[in-house]
Nanobody
């Protein structure tokens, strides 16, 4: 199983980025995808997810209204559209996949990608 995250980079405050996560060995039509991030010196935190059980997206309060998670089942790829980026969004972003459990808890996710760096300059 491999999750390949890409799309990170350096952007100014207010800018946008779209992260992609392509999966091999599993399918997002069965596993629920999620995005987490970890800033330097901080713990990993939940960002967004889509639940396979009901198709509902969930977002961290800090990104609601700015980030959108979506997927392309034909491509087995999940996206995270990030708009109106802020310096506090600077982190390594990880995609992950879970079969069950809470979408907000990293321990629910069995598979993780390698991470992609997002840096927002002020």
């Amino acid at each position: 199983v491999q999750l390949q995250a890409s799309g990170g980079g350096l952007v100014q405050t207010g800018g946008s980025l779209r992260l992609s996560c392509s999966a091999s060995g599993i399918t997002f039509s069965i596993y629920s995808p999620g995005w987490f991030r970890q800033a330097p010196g901080k713990e990993r935190e939940f960002v967004a997810s889509i639940s396979r059980s009901n198709g509902r997206p969930d977002y961290a309060d800090s990104v609601k209204g700015r980030f959108t998670i979506s997927e392309d089942n034909a491509e087995n790829t999940v996206y995270l559209q990030m708009n109106n980026l802020k310096p506090e969004d600077t982190a390594v972003y990880y995609c992950a996949a879970r079969y069950s459990g809470s979408p907000f808890y990293g321990g629910s996710y069995a598979y993780w990608g390698q991470g992609t760096q997002v840096t927002v300059s002020s």
